[in-house]
């Protein structure tokens, strides 16, 4: 220890020494005293009580560029391929009916769906729930768009579309070619929707590029929300 | 001059180091609410922390709530996982009256709850002691489907004085720490005669 740098680094290794150890009782003790030690992932419909539908999370997965091609249940028990819009642009809304923004949504989306019903686009509903919830509620709510249901299997679709721990709502927007344009994660708002709608038709009509309804949309959003916030 | 840029280089390295996790969890573009502060939606398991703890013949589960963030007290649930556990339905403290137009009124949770299950064990000792909770909760604009986990309480120690920290190792890395800048000192000082009091 003759030279000065010499110390200085002892004393440095020593300090980042003590921080190390540190974090290493933390992690630790912190485990031990959190206990959670198992994780049994996401549960199914809020009153589920099969244990067999905890599975662990799968991997993180990207939100696609095109439209997955699945097939749910519709409300009569009919198995319905995503296919059957092919060729429309479409709105597809996850969403339960136990959760309150999901619920506050559907006004907006029946009436976005009766506005651009000439227009091409399909608004479709998923629902992560039990069937039975699904029909009362959509009878109640009057309902008429398209829905879909399912327990684990919708939360595989939701999973296909990147969303592997998923919060509700969510929309996914895709082009009349079948491209995913954007994903929006929260309950939608008038503005919002309608911004990104009226990109989707720029790409239906060829008079933009996804890369610059993308930005579009993004630009727009910024606005929505500085707007909200100021 | 050759060590200053050196010097230049690592700090450069360090900041690039700094700004990775960042990058790697950057949320996609179009990820966005309607405004700033629904962009950045917690994952589940950070809004919704829980910890349990035995103590006496009681489950004490804690669940700590991020801010903006609640959890739905009918949705709460604690059942036993080891086979010789038998746990009594939880008992929850009154939450906060939230009214929905499209949900109704329901019992929310705020910042944190602790819940006490009563509970006995059959065999004592021959399997560790393990509860499955159960709950869901919501932010604004959005909501988590239920989560179920398997937790582990941790069993208190009752001849522990009511004033120590909740966490010990708090404790054990502030002192530590503490501990590491008193020899670093004493590195730095090396060659000097220590002025110690007799």
């Not at chain 1, 003759?2 to 980042?16: D, E, I, M, N, S």
């Not at chain 1, 729930?129 to 249901?149: C, M, Q």
């Not at chain 1, 592997?164 to 895709?174: D, L, M, Q, Y």
């Not at chain 2, 909740?166 to 220590?194: S, T």
């Amino acid at each position: 220890m003759k030279t000065p740098g010499l110390r200085y680094f002892g004393a440095a290794l020593v300090v980042l020494l003590g921080i190390w150890l540190g974090f290493k009782f933390h992690a630790a003790h912190s485990v031990q005293e959190v206990g959670v030690a198992v994780p049994a992932g996401i549960a199914g419909p809020p009153d589920s009580n099969d244990p067999a539908q905890l599975e662990t999370a799968p991997p993180q997965v990207a939100i696609p560029e095109r439209l997955p091609q699945f097939s749910l249940k519709d409300l009569t028990g009919k198995q319905t391929p995503v296919s059957s819009w092919s060729g429309k642009s479409l709105m597809i809304n996850f969403w339960a009916t136990w959760c309150a923004p999901c619920r506050r949504e559907i006004p907006l989306l029946k009436t976005l769906a009766a506005d651009w019903a000439g227009r091409d686009l399909t608004i479709v509903g998923i629902a992560v729930d039990y069937p039975d919830k699904v029909r009362a509620f959509a009878g109640e709510f009057k309902i008429d768009y398209p829905l879909l249901v399912g327990e684990q299997d919708a939360m595989d679709v939701a999973a296909r579309f990147g969303m592997t721990s998923p919060g509700f709502p969510f929309t996914v927007f895709t082009d009349n070619r079948g491209e995913v344009v954007a994903l929006f994660l929260g309950e939608l708002h008038r503005p919002q929707a309608e911004l990104i709608l009226s990109e989707v038709r720029s790409l239906n009509e060829d008079r933009t590029q996804l890369a610059q309804a993308r930005q579009a949309i993004a630009e727009g959003l910024e606005r929505i929300a500085a707007k909200h916030s100021g | 001059m050759q060590r200053t840029q050196i010097t230049k280089s690592v700090f450069v390295l360090l900041a690039a180091l700094a700004c990775l996790p960042g990058l790697v969890h950057a949320k996609p573009w179009w990820m966005r609410g309607i405004d700033a502060k629904e962009t950045d939606y917690l994952p589940p398991d950070v809004a919704f922390r829980v910890a349990a703890r035995v103590e006496g013949n009681t489950i004490k589960v804690r669940w700590v709530i991020a801010d903006g963030y609640y959890l739905y007290r009918q949705k709460m649930e604690v059942r036993a996982e080891s086979p010789d556990l038998v746990v009594a339905p939880a008992q929850l403290p009154d939450g906060v009256m939230k009214t929905d137009p499209y949900l109704g009124t329901s019992q929310v949770y705020f910042q944190q709850v602790e819940a006490i299950v009563p509970y006995s064990r059959i065999d004592a000792g021959a399997h560790p002691l393990q509860i499955k909770v159960t709950y869901q909760g919501c932010t604004e604009g959005l909501c988590y489907p239920p989560m179920s986990k398997v937790v582990f309480p941790v069993t208190g120690s009752s001849a522990a004085p009511n004033n120590m920290p909740p966490y010990p190792w708090e404790r054990i890395a502030i002192l530590g720490g503490a501990f590491a800048f008193l020899l670093a000192g004493l590195i730095l000082r090396k060659g000097r005669k220590l002025d110690v009091p007799a």
